[in-house]
């Protein structure tokens, strides 16, 4: 928080942190945005993660503008916590290599968090998703007024990026995790939750993720990935009652989280993805209002005929064998 000493105001120092690993092509607009951060109080740290491609000679370009650590080949969540041991600053934005933040970014959420008189330790925000693909942009928001556990069990809107965090909280609750494979950030705020920190909302949007190619973690293996979420919304719900705290609108986000993943699982392997559908639906079936993933024809095949009979008739009507 904002101290005087004297005539001289002292604010929280920031460190950006950014992860590395082979990504030449994008690593520099990253250090770029952090640089550019208009907050002034601030510290920019790169681990280039043993990359095999010219990563490490455009980091060293920046010179002594940057803090540069090179290392082996550790992973994602390895970086984080080495960048976290390099870093100085009270509080935390991680930035992935191949994503970047507009200038007001930092400086936003640090007034939101002097405005509301340091009580955060996380701030979140909403962000921008790019397709590199096409050039499109769209805004992801979250819900008003924040609602931690609901955007969580929702999954898709909480965003590493988008974050900024209390140094002192994430040593608290264990650091990264690192032998975390997929839905890192996700376990990560789980322990948050689970270790009573308070989340605050900077409602502008001004880090941007970008999506491109295939080689994301939660692509290489998409069931590994279900399986992770569907292990990690498991240990929300069990929080959540352990608090007193699962209502009818937490059991309504379970039931459409678990049948959408129960979808997207079917193609890999269907009978997880019935033991899915089973468990969703265990406490009864729920119609389920605008989510793309549960259009109205897939529900109401499903409330007549069962999930296995709605799921093979979805496949009919994407792959063309069937006419409606």
């Known amino acids: 928080m904002t101290t005087d000493k004297g005539t001289e105001t002292v604010q929280p120092r920031v460190s950006i942190l950014i992860p590395a690993y082979n990504a ?19 510290e920019v740290i790169v681990v280039d993660d043993g990359s095999t491609d010219g990563t490490r000679d455009v980091i060293r370009s920046f010179g002594e503008k940057i803090c540069f650590v090179p290392s082996s080949h ?15 600053g009270e509080w935390l934005q991680y930035l992935d290599s191949d994503d970047y933040l507009l200038p007001g970014k930092v400086a936003g959420q640090i007034g939101e968090l002097q405005a509301n008189g340091d009580v955060f330790d996380v701030i979140c925000s909403p962000y921008i998703l790019r397709n590199e693909n096409n050039g499109q942009e769209r805004l992801i928001e979250l819900a008003l007024p924040l609602d931690v556990p609901g955007e969580y069990i929702s999954w898709g809107r909480f965003w590493t990026g988008a974050f900024l965090m209390r ?48 080689a994301t973690v939660s692509k290489k293996d998409p069931l590994r990935t279900i399986r992770l979420r569907m292990y990690l919304t498991n240990q929300c719900e069990d929080f959540l009652r352990q608090e007193q705290r699962l209502n009818s609108v937490y059991s309504r986000l379970l039931y459409t989280a678990r049948l959408d ?37 897939f529900q109401f095949v499903y409330f007549l005929l069962g999930f296995g009979r709605a799921q093979q008739m979805a496949s009919s009507f994407r792959d063309g064998r069937v006419k409606c």
């Open 261 to 297: 993943c129960a979808r997207s699982a079917w193609k890999y392997d269907r009978a997880y993805a019935v033991e899915l559908a089973k468990k969703a639906s265990a406490s009864g079936r729920r119609w389920v209002l605008g989510s793309p993933a549960l259009p109205f024809r």
């Open 74 to 88: 550790l992973g994602g969540n390895a970086a984080r916590n080495l960048l976290l041991k390099t870093s100085s």
């Open 167 to 214: 140094r002192c909280a994430l040593i608290e609750v264990g650091r990264w995790k690192e032998d975390q494979v997929a839905c890192q950030e996700h376990e990560l705020l789980l322990r948050f939750m689970r270790s009573g920190k308070r989340f605050g909302l900077w409602n502008e949007a001004a880090a941007v993720y970008r999506q491109h190619g295939t």
């Open 24 to 42: 030449e092509n994008w690593i520099r607009q990253a250090i770029d945005s952090a640089l550019a951060q208009t907050y002034p109080n601030k």
